[in-house]
């Protein structure tokens, strides 16, 4: 029987496991493919503080390093089936069942990809789905973002004062988001010479270039007339999802599938917790990922030690 | 005309700069002493992912250093007065008066001391006001809690599976803390050969030791008799304290004066923010205070957009 059994090695699982394992408790991770989760993926991050520069990639093996020294025992599985309501909670994986008196969710939150050709390819090379994480990169270039909701018109004000240039297109023919700061945006496009030019109703056909993102071509879904845009970044704000598909009918999420906790990280079921992006929250960066790993670990060390 | 002063330039401060720079925002900080806070004063960090083991000192100048090089202007003075309430923000310091759009408190929280002598001599080498933080460095040793509030028993708790042996001294003649936690000590208190041992109505009257902290005389405070307790650590935990009295009769404050904001790191006045441990919440580490940071950083740009 375990302290915990967290599901997820990305930034937030590790934090929880380095707290847990510091303070003794008897963890288990299991994690889909490897330790680091997006991060891993990521190219180059230069918004973790401690690190002016470091890949991704070693990043999250620093981490990983970090509570694999301290002894963490970690199982490379799917999850198949949650039995998370009762007092001891089990989770059955490829390599077994494993049961313990706390479940720590930290299943993260995957960008919605547009499904153009190429989109793959260019991933870190021109096309980013975080104006947060890579905005920086693209000081005084030509980008696009492109999504029609709110995370498009504030990544847009985001990279207004980075990028010399930046188009917006949504294939709708309006912004579904808050008045103030598409007014904002508004105002900024309808000024002479503005930095902002927005598409409506338009989508991104194609994704061009040789060795990194080069032009895109847009059509006006109204009249099918096509437009090539030189661009130096794309960034893709579609929308994010969270993988909690088998938790929907015991877990209390949000509309889009983001997990509902307190801000100790609790969910709605005794000794189930949820940290990282997952999560229902306001903004998704590996160091708010952490935070919240270190958070649920003392919720769970706090819940632990009120059982009989 | 600045974007944001940051008053404090702990990992709460340094991550909002970071997240402010990166966005290209014009923002100064205000720190006192040197950057990286309390940090900056640590012996050994271990909790903080990514870095196995670093002085706190190293840890600080890291942080420091990644916003110095994207051109971080700090100002080193006390803070005279705050004027706040209105849309532009106003700050007084030995260096003249700052003016910005917006604010963000990072002023940190200090370890009520015990003012007994020798107890600087001691920190870092015995004698901690962290548990979570310093706990790790004493597996199988013996230590002693000093305190009489939650803070000590979920302590105590928390060391409980590290620790050989754990003392609770505590002035008065109960705990004043949830029934739950405490009830859980009293169980654990009364077996046999108990880890825990419960000294009531008893101060710390010395600290002793060479290089180190060996042992601690504890008077009890109804017969006046003498106690010599050999120890390998000292965990002061007899109150918090956040520096906010030039504020309290402008902001929100929780009865300790830490300062009350929603999860977006915003207080009770519009412009005006908070992050790190100075602000009232659960769990106060470095990486909680730089995702706090983070998260202050994207609120207040998104203020900004708002802004006329």
Do not use: W
């Not at 994690?31 to 997006?38: D, V, W």
């Not at 088998?246 to 079921?269: A, C, P, W």
């Amino acid at each position: 029987m375990y302290d915990t059994i967290i599901v997820g090695g990305g930034p937030a699982g590790l934090t929880a496991a380095l707290y847990a394992l510091r303070a003794k408790k008897k963890i288990v991770m299991i994690e889909r493919m490897i330790p680091g989760g997006q991060v891993a993926k990521t190219l180059t991050v230069e918004n973790y503080p401690g690190f002016e520069s470091i890949s991704g990639f070693d990043l999250a093996n620093k981490m990983y390093e970090q509570v694999t020294k301290l002894g963490l025992e970690i199982i490379y599985s799917d999850i198949l089936e949650y039995d998370i309501t009762g007092s001891i909670k089990k989770i059955k994986t490829h390599n077994g069942t494993f049961e313990a008196k706390t479940i720590l969710l930290c299943l993260g939150a995957f960008a919605v990809q547009l499904e153009v050709e190429n989109e793959k390819k260019f991933i870190g090379k021109g096309i980013s789905y975080c104006a947060t994480c890579d905005g920086n990169f693209f000081k005084d270039k030509t980008v696009a973002v492109v999504g029609g909701g709110s995370s498009s018109i504030e990544d847009t004000l985001y990279l207004y004062d980075i990028a010399k240039k930046i188009y917006i297109i949504n294939r709708r023919d309006k912004f579904i988001c808050e008045e103030e700061p598409l007014n904002k945006i508004k105002t900024l496009s309808n000024s002479d010479n503005s930095k902002i030019e927005i598409i409506l109703n338009s989508v991104i056909t194609s994704l061009n270039g040789d060795d990194k993102l080069e032009n895109i071509t847009v059509k006006n879904k109204n009249d099918n007339t096509l437009k090539e845009l030189k661009i130096d970044g794309l960034f893709v704000t579609i929308g994010r999802k969270p993988d909690t598909e088998l938790l929907k009918n015991t877990l209390n999420l949000d509309d889009i599938g983001y997990i509902l906790t307190d801000e100790n990280m609790k969910t709605n079921i005794d000794g189930v917790f949820a940290a990282g992006d997952v999560r229902h929250k306001t903004l998704r960066q590996i160091v708010t990922a952490c935070a919240d790993g270190a958070i649920a670990s003392m919720s769970i060390n706090n819940y632990i030690s009120t059982l009989k």
